[in-house]
């Protein structure tokens, strides 16, 4: 594509910025990629806005800003353009204030290094394309695979939101673990309490199709267009169901303490879980399970499994309640039974706790120790228990030996994983896409996880959670019909190569691998069997899968390789053996806050310093660095958010990781310092990791001098493979 | 038009709450007693179970990225959100669908829409400060109590004109048609509780306290010093259960003390050279996955001590000597610490009472309750709570629960 030229506006903010803006509008209106240059005192607000929309209308929509933080003023900007139906997805921003004037003291300096970036993103400019917005209809039918309290409140909320729903059950009945519990705290109600009410609506509601005895084997498709294969009651062979999204609600999993000799769960009838006997309880049948005897004698053992590095490790969080709540009715049930509980701590939050006191106060007997041995002696059971805390044994009988195994993920959560593309977690849960606000979405767009199979959950946070699920898929379907504007990921099917190395990398596991029909009729050679579809309009527009692509098929439609590539070239226009600049991608989640608030902090670093945003630092090729190098960098350097906290999907910075490792290796092998490309990992609210690190990238610059392309000994990057 | 949906606070689950309502095209009013949106996440440094910073949450939808920090939240450039910063709700009456609310609006001195942070104003005059990097509006705000000689010139040279110094509070009446309370929690102050020594010593200070000393957004830089005398900490006790678990101040737990602990005793062993930790407890409750803080923490050395903390001796030195009944050996110990901190509990916020008995609410230990506490995020007929109003609670269920609240909000209106 021609390049195009594109208006410049530039801010002074309100004549407060050290820069120096004659020199910026005379030397940028000598840039043969420019219209024209604008100096406003204050863009944000109305008159510098329409002076944005009258630019845009005056050069097509090409325009970049160089102002403050794009972080802040893009939105006030599309909001302005919106109201007045401006296209304004063209506009590219260059932040020469939190990134520049207040950094750098040194004017002269604060104005080159402006300069230069505006010359780079004028470049970027150049070969943008318009982002049109797309319209998509989709079934409006989500299937939810599971049918206890979560998948019940999920089908309920998500047919409230206007869809239709099939609520697929892999027992007899519906109603999960909850239907037998005796007692949920905090609410004083039982399962069936809690249960019946949505159950009768579940039923009743003609939108929601309930299938029991029904197993998932697989899924394939995508985003509003997932065929889920299963088998059915009475019916061994496959069925098919077309649905537009999956909510995961498959519940938990009770551990079963078979290898535990110690308990001699398995071995003596009268030892038993803690799930067991709520179902006793409920059912009305509490008595010894080997001869039917009464109960008058309970220990129950805590963190059977959890908080142990043979089994578990972390913390099952429900079952000390758990064992309350069932301490509490046995007691109902026979008033002088005598409950023990051995613990390590006590685990209750907020006002469960009450309930905890409760319990103390109604005589259930707290020992904090473990069990030492269980064994029968006349038929009876007898358990030795170490009491940490009075540092003594006690011995006692027990009718009944309840054990408080780990929560564990159900099974299948695995093989579903393999065609739906969540991931998992180390304890084998469904890994949230982020921990701190994306708890209910997965790494793959279109199936939400709600309740226990993502981690262990009381009742009430189940009911929350499928809540929250159900609202996230209505963001995600908006009722079948999805608009969007089309800003992400392209595929040009000809260029494809059938690597999947998109399919198999991108981060929310948006590109398809599709199956050539008539790859076969070409020459044996030739035929790529395989090749990558993207729907753009799922794409998270991180560019992953364009940084990895070996044949340039699959690229960002905002950020393509040539734009990325003439940005850096002319970034470094004049970076040389006198000029040693670092460059620096920064991706747009944690590294551009963490850039931005050591601006708003005015916080000093070298001014021989270079930014270019990328959406992700995924986005950031091998190529990309080498071509800084090529452009006269002396040294390179990519800003990402921290380990394993990729914003984009988890992966991203990961990649990007690699891309750095390799770049390295191949500087090594070409006798370059490999250490002048390096990453790093940061956030907000520690600004000083970017100020320290770009001062290391500086600080290499100017110890591993001049480079290769300065003393004009390296060839040009597309002769090293030869 | 229908009625707005009102949002009474703008931390975390309040900001995400109106996002969600304003993407899906309800207008809501967001009504935030201070001068920056965030409420305590804005002062908690670094957040479990990320590990990262405090000040995200979920960005709009028709933005690029999967979430925002505070500062480029951009909460004052939807035209579905009115956000009302400094400001009360006084009175609620009416009925479901027509609330009348009756708010107190504090006088608007920097207009949010203008100012640019250009920093003139706050070399002109002390009255003027930014209260974080990250606060939301990204505006400077100005306290009238300061009096300065470059107040007036700097509101008359303000490039934008943002500055009002005459600005006064008024009261305005709306009608809404659903109420959602996000008015969070409160850290006890644990002045009353004595055998603690709070406020006797400046080296007794709380979680809070110490997030703010380990910040490096704070006066300290991040750097571990002793309040008394600014000389480096290096042996730091904390002591879990201060007012919670207690019938004399609040008999629940308070849920996310224990994480927030073992995340500084985290930091300080991690990050921080040679600095000792001792965590005094009575139920040490990492629940869930948490307990990686418990095990990393206990292998980094930080010394479990589970028991109570019996006498407090302040040395000449700066330093506190602290005497220990520890349970398990049955014996009582002495430590000689630099920082003493308290984990206390996590109350409802002022105002959380008054709301209750307003609406007729239920009361869960003084936070809000829900009708059925299986379905915790309502509390109403077309009245809903998210986050720590409902009890103390971490962002990631905050987030949840602020979803849980729009879903629910939709579902009412499809």
């Not at chain 1, 579940?202 to 985003?223: H, N, P, Q, R, Y």
């Not at chain 2, 960005?59 to 956000?83: H, M, V």
């Not at chain 2, 009925?95 to 104003?121: A, H, R």
């Not at chain 2, 879990?240 to 008999?251: F, I, K, L």
């Amino acid at each position: 594509m021609s390049d195009k030229k594109s208006a410049v506006l530039l801010c002074t903010c309100g004549k407060q910025l050290g820069l120096s803006f004659d020199l910026l509008e005379s030397e940028l209106k000598k840039n043969n990629l420019t219209t024209s240059v604008t100096v406003e005192d204050l863009v944000c607000q109305e008159e510098g806005l329409a002076k944005i929309a009258s630019l845009l209308a005056e050069n097509e929509g090409r325009l970049v800003i160089a102002a403050c933080t794009s972080q802040k003023i893009q939105p006030r900007i599309i909001q302005y353009l919106k109201d007045r139906g401006i296209d304004g997805t063209q506009i590219q921003y260059v932040n020469i204030r939190e990134h520049s004037a207040w950094v750098h003291s040194d004017v002269d300096e604060a104005t080159k290094k402006s300069l230069d970036m505006i010359r780079g993103t004028l470049a970027r400019s150049a070969t943008s394309v318009q982002l049109v917005p797309e319209t998509k209809e989709i079934g409006n039918h989500v299937s939810v695979i599971g049918g206890g309290i979560a998948g019940i409140e999920a089908a309920l909320s998500l047919s409230n939101l206007g869809y239709h729903v099939t609520l697929m059950e892999i027992s007899d009945q519906l109603g999960g673990h909850v239907k037998h519990l005796p007692l949920v705290a905090p609410t004083g109600k039982s399962g069936v309490e809690i249960l019946s009410g949505r159950l009768e609506s579940v039923e009743k509601d003609s939108k929601i199709t309930i299938l029991t005895k029904t197993k998932v084997k697989f899924v394939t498709g995508e985003m509003g267009d997932f065929t889920i294969h299963y088998t059915a009651e009475d019916n061994t062979s496959e069925l098919t169901l077309k649905t537009s999204a999956v909510v995961m609600a498959m519940g938990f999993k009770e551990f079963e303490p078979i290898g535990m000799e110690e308990y001699r769960y398995g071995k003596n009838p009268d030892v038993i879980t803690q799930f067991q006997l709520s179902r006793m309880l409920t059912e009305g049948t509490l008595a010894r399970p080997s001869d039917g005897g009464a109960v008058k004698e309970v220990v129950m053992v805590q963190c059977v499994g959890s908080r142990s590095e043979d089994y578990k490790r972390d913390c099952s969080k429900i079952c000390c309640t758990f064992a309350i709540d069932n301490s509490l009715e046995i007691l109902k049930q026979i008033p002088d039974a005598k409950v023990r509980v051995v613990y390590m701590d006590i685990r209750v939050p907020f006002e469960n706790e009450l309930v905890y006191k409760e319990s103390r106060e109604v005589g259930v007997d707290y020992i904090r120790g473990r069990i030492s041995m269980v064994w029968e002696q006349e038929g009876k059971t007898r358990v030795k228990i170490y009491d940490s805390l009075m540092d003594e044994y006690l011995e006692v009988p027990s009718d009944l030996l309840v054990l408080s195994t780990a929560i564990l993920p159900p099974d299948g959560v695995f093989a579903l994983s393999e065609t739906l593309g969540y991931a998992i977690e180390d304890d084998g849960h469904i890994k949230e896409l982020y921990g701190k606000l994306r708890r209910n979405e997965t790494r793959r767009r279109g199936v939400v996880a709600v309740g226990a199979v993502t981690r262990p959950q009381f009742v009430s946070e189940s009911i929350t959670d499928a809540q929250a699920g159900a609202l996230i898929l209505h963001n995600e379907l908006q009722g079948g019909k999805i608009q969007a504007i089309m800003r992400g990921a392209v595929l040009n099917v000809d260029d494809c190569v059938g690597c999947s190395l998109c399919a198999q990398q991108c981060p929310r596991g948006v590109p398809l691998m599709i199956e050539q029909i008539d790859a076969e009729e070409e020459s044996e050679d030739q035929k790529i069997l395989f090749k990558a579809a993207i729907d753009t309009l799922n794409c998270h527009s991180c560019g992953v899968c364009q940084s990895l692509c070996p044949s340039g098929a699959t690229q960002l439609n905002f950020l393509s390789n040539n734009q990325m590539w003439s940005e850096i070239e002319a970034t470094l226009e004049g970076a040389g053996a006198d000029n040693p600049v670092t460059l620096c991608f920064y991706c747009e989640e944690c590294a551009v806050s963490t850039i931005d608030i050591a601006g708003t902090l005015k916080m000093e670093y070298p001014a021989s310093t270079r930014l270019i945003p990328v959406p992700c630092a995924g986005r950031v090729s091998i190529i990309d660095i080498l071509k800084a190098f090529e452009g006269g960098a002396s040294s390179v350097m990519i800003a990402a958010c921290e380990t394993d906290r990729c914003h984009v999907g988890g992966t991203g910075n990961e990649i990007a990781q690699v891309q750095v490792d390799v770049a390295r290796d191949i500087l090594n092998a070409i006798g370059w310092k490999g250490e002048r490309v390096d990453m790093f990992r940061m956030f907000s609210a520690e600004p000083e990791r970017f100020t320290t690190a770009i001062s290391e990238m500086v600080r290499r610059a100017r110890e591993f001098g001049p480079t290769p392309v300065h003393t004009g000994t390296a060839g040009k990057w597309m002769e090293v493979g030869k | 038009m229908s009625n707005p949906v009102l949002i009474i606070g703008a931390g975390v689950a309040g900001m995400t709450a109106a996002v969600e309502l304003a993407d899906s095209g309800i207008k809501t009013v967001l009504v935030e007693r201070l001068s920056t949106t965030g409420g305590n996440a804005l002062n908690l440094y670094k957040a479990f179970p990320t590990d990262d910073c405090f000040y995200c949450f979920e960005g709009n939808r028709w933005r690029p990225g999967i979430r925002k920090c505070f500062y480029r939240s951009a909460l004052t450039e939807q035209p579905n959100i009115d956000l009302k910063m400094n400001s009360q709700v006084e009175e609620i009456s009416g009925l479901p669908g027509n609330f009348s609310v009756k708010l107190d609006i504090g006088p608007q001195y920097v207009d949010p829409k203008k100012c640019t942070m250009c920093g003139l104003c706050i070399e002109k005059s002390k009255a003027f400060s930014l209260v974080s990097p990250q606060c939301q509006p990204q505006a400077v705000v100005y306290d009238p109590e300061i009096e300065d000689t470059g107040t007036t010139s700097a509101a008359e040279e303000c490039p934008t004109k943002a500055i009002n110094l005459d600005a006064k509070s008024t009261k305005k009446i709306i009608s809404v048609s659903d109420i959602v309370i996000a008015t969070g929690y409160h850290e006890m102050q644990p002045v009353n509780v004595d055998e603690y020594g709070y406020g006797t010593h400046p080296n007794i200070i709380t979680q809070l306290e110490l997030a703010r000393i380990l910040d490096p957004l704070g006066e300290t830089k991040g750097v571990l010093l002793r309040p008394s005398d600014g000389k480096p900490a290096k042996r730091v006790m904390m002591v879990q259960c201060v007012g919670s678990r207690d019938e004399n101040y609040y008999a629940y737990c308070s849920k996310i003390c224990c994480v927030f602990a073992l995340k500084h005793a985290a930091i300080l062993t991690q990050d921080h050279e040679d600095v000792e930790v001792s965590v005094v407890y009575m139920d040490i409750r990492t629940y869930d996955r948490y307990e990686k803080y418990y095990r990393d923490t206990r292998n980094a050395g930080v010394e479990y001590i589970r028991g109570r903390v019996s006498r407090i001796e302040p040395q000449d030195d700066g330093s506190l000597d602290i005497i220990v009944f520890d349970s398990l050996l049955n014996k009582y110990l002495k430590f000689s610490v630099d920082i003493f901190v308290l984990s206390s509990a996590l109350e409802p916020s002022a105002g959380s009472s008054q709301i209750i008995s307003s609406l007729g609410l239920k009361s869960a230990s003084g936070f809000i309750g829900a009708i059925n506490p299986e379905t915790e995020v309502v509390v109403g007929n077309r009245i809903y709570a998210c986050g720590s109003a409902l009890g103390p609670s971490e962002v990631p269920e905050s987030v949840t629960q602020a979803r849980a609240v729009v879903s629910k909000i939709l579902q009412s209106k499809e």
